[in-house]
């Protein structure tokens, strides 16, 4: 069975710092991109980065000077580095594993991890 669970969000001042974490087990094929997405309250759900196997990441416009994402395929573990966090940056985060298998494609979801800038 393939669980997907993130981890690393907490409460924060303006400015902190937080590293997030999702971390696959299980079956699930071949990758293709691991999408991270947040969702702040009364809000839609907004896609905030894609990173592909070999480490590299698209990120949306407003965190693209600031969170970094990184893969460690060997531990099917993908992490996002979030410094100078802002308030609007409260949300929360999950992760989306994107990947196929026998040519059918799968996305497996977290629950979500909260993260809270706010003084």
């Known amino acids: 069975q393939v669980q997907v669970v993130e981890s690393g969000g907490g409460l924060v001042q303006p400015g902190g710092s937080l590293r997030l974490s999702c971390a696959v087990s299980?079956?699930?094929?071949?990758?293709?991109?691991i999408r991270w997405y947040r969702q702040a309250p009364g809000k839609e759900r907004e896609w905030v980065a894609t990173?592909?196997?070999?480490?590299?990441?698209n990120y949306e416009d407003s965190v693209k000077a600031r969170f970094i994402a990184s893969i460690d395929n060997a531990k099917r573990r993908l992490y996002l580095q979030m410094p100078s966090l802002k308030p609007e940056d409260t949300a929360v985060y999950c992760c989306?594993?994107?990947?196929?298998?026998?040519?059918?494609?799968?996305?497996?979801w977290g629950q979500g991890t909260q993260v809270t800038a706010t003084s």
């Open positions: 989306d594993w994107d990947t196929y298998i026998d040519g059918t494609k799968y996305d497996y």
């Open positions: 990173t592909t196997t070999d480490n590299t990441t």
């Open positions: 299980g079956s699930i094929g071949k990758i293709m991109a």
